[in-house]
């Protein structure tokens, strides 16, 4: 589901890995002799994603919206796809859905800056409808690439498009959320810890306090180790939901 419910920017520093669409610019630089640094590799790739036509959605976006955080973060975050703010502002998870993950992430001792958030789709799709599969197909590889290039030890998903993909399995959030599941993502072996979209449990009080006990075993699943096998803060308070939301998630 686009994430936005309102348009409140992010809070918090963060280190942008955000580019504006328009003409497409040069493709990201192809591996010489000099490496590049995280930071900068992640940026070059942004760079040419931001000119993307791979899909129909290209044409009725105002920008792409690559990704934020730490490009060398633990814990990357993967929702769905931007929703009208974040079109317009160019952030993911801006509103109130946005307020509700970073109050997560402080219930944790995380802020916005120490971890990736990212979606399944780059563009948003109009009247913030489902993605359609041609659509997913087409831009899948750009977040496989940011996963490699990232190279985060847990990627938790938000909700049931992104945890479909990244499991390549039908079953559905509200089977298999706060249930790691040891895969391999960007030819690098990691946890996918699939989870209640954060939109969606602003509507209901009962799947928030899910959605808090899966994100408190968060800071354990970043300190395990993936060779050995896995064992299995403030209350938060609901807000007012705010109209054309999808409910899609479940």
């Excluded at 760079?47 to 490009?71: E, M, N, P, Y």
């Excluded at 944790?108 to 009247?127: E, F, H, S």
């Excluded at 945890?163 to 946890?191: D, F, M, N, W, Y």
Aim: proline share 10%.
């Amino acid at each position: 589901m686009p994430d936005a419910v309102d348009g409140t920017a992010p809070s918090g520093a963060v280190r942008l890995s955000t580019v504006p669409s328009g003409a497409a610019p040069p493709a990201a630089p192809q591996s010489t002799g000099t490496s590049l640094n995280p930071a900068d590799e992640l940026a070059a790739f942004g760079a040419s994603v931001a000119g993307c036509t791979k899909c129909a959605l290209a044409q009725g976006r105002t920008q792409v919206v690559f990704g934020i955080g730490d490009s060398n973060a633990d814990l990357m975050f993967v929702g769905e796809a931007p929703g009208f703010h974040e079109d317009k502002q160019g952030y993911p998870f801006v509103g109130q859905a946005g307020k509700l993950l970073d109050k997560l992430l402080a219930g944790i001792g995380l802020t916005r800056d120490q971890v990736y958030i990212a979606n399944v789709l780059k563009c948003r799709p109009p009247g913030n409808r489902d993605p359609h599969p041609e659509e997913i197909q087409a831009c899948e590889g750009h977040l496989f690439r940011q996963i490699e290039l990232i190279q985060p030890t847990v990627v938790a998903t938000l909700g049931n498009f992104a945890t479909k993909l990244l499991s390549g399995k039908p079953t559905g959030i509200t089977r298999v959320h706060g249930a790691e599941q040891p895969t391999t993502l960007g030819g690098r072996r990691v946890l996918l810890y699939p989870l209640y979209h954060p939109a969606a449990a602003l509507y209901t009080p009962a799947m928030l306090k899910v959605l808090e006990e899966d994100f408190r075993r968060l800071p354990e699943l970043m300190g395990s180790s993936l060779e050995e096998p896995k064992a299995a803060s403030s209350p938060l308070t609901i807000v007012t939901p705010e109209p054309a939301v999808q409910l899609g998630l479940f």
